[in-house]
């Protein structure tokens, strides 16, 4: 089983649609949680970092539950600007160097 | 505005050179920086953990001879690939952390390497 994984998309979506990523990982020790989004060519960018008890950024929500081992990131009314690939990133042992990283969802906002 | 830099941006090199990539922190001292390496639609994975004044340590399967990594300041990092080959091109990013230990990491904008 891979360490984190991700649906594998594309997501084709219109806008102003709410679209919903998912992702589980496999080290119950992992300790930090994040979604990234990462644009064609270039490199990730943190988006946000995901708690228990759920936050909110705007019209991004992210939830974790650890008992599933599984984060979700919840985009409302997408805007074309979202169009991006997006990461879901575990920290292995809390320790900074021990990022894991998933392939990625690649979401694709239409006009 | 950028706190990791890197560069070059891009570079083209024949089979069988050296490339070297630095990467700064722009606003911190790290005594930590890392390396990660990502193949086309596929996930960044960690190659090294670059640590100033000391050695670098490598993750699984990496070649610690093809990929020197040399810390020498607070706020610059370099990674050299020596004699690469065309199965080296990849996009390099190196990154640091930030104060604590649970905080995420802040990448630099990346370096394609391009093997012929």
């Known amino acids: ?111 | 505005g950028a706190v990791v830099s890197q560069h070059p941006s891009w570079v083209i090199c024949k089979s069988g050179t050296s490339v070297k990539i630095e990467c700064r922190s722009l606003d911190f001292q790290a005594t930590t920086m890392f390396w990660y390496r990502q193949f086309p639609k596929q996930s960044l994975m960690l190659m090294a953990t670059s640590n100033e004044g000391s050695k670098a340590t490598y993750e699984q399967g990496v070649e610690k001879d093809k990929f020197l990594i040399n810390h020498a300041s607070l706020t610059l990092s370099t990674l050299t690939v020596t004699s690469a080959h065309p199965e080296d091109s990849s996009f390099y990013i190196c990154s640091r952390g930030g104060q604590d230990p649970t905080d995420t990491q802040y990448f630099g904008p990346g370096t394609r390497l391009t093997v012929l």
Do not use: H
């Not at chain 1, 589980?24 to 994040?34: D, E, G, M």
């Not at chain 1, 990461?87 to 006009?111: D, E, W």
């Open chain 1, 1 to 111: 089983r891979k360490e984190v994984e991700q649906d594998p998309g594309p997501f084709n979506v219109p806008e102003g649609a709410t679209v919903a990523f998912n992702c589980t990982y496999s080290n119950s020790a992992s300790q930090s949680f994040f979604w990234y989004r990462q644009d064609c060519r270039k490199e990730p960018k943190l988006l946000m970092s995901v708690y228990s008890s759920g936050n909110e950024d705007g019209r991004f929500t992210a939830q974790l539950n650890r008992a599933s081992q599984y984060i979700s990131l919840l985009i409302r009314d997408s805007k074309l600007s979202d169009s991006a690939t997006y990461l879901c990133v575990v920290n292995k042992r809390g320790s900074q160097g021990n990022l894991i990283f998933g392939k990625g969802t690649k979401l694709s906002v239409k006009p």
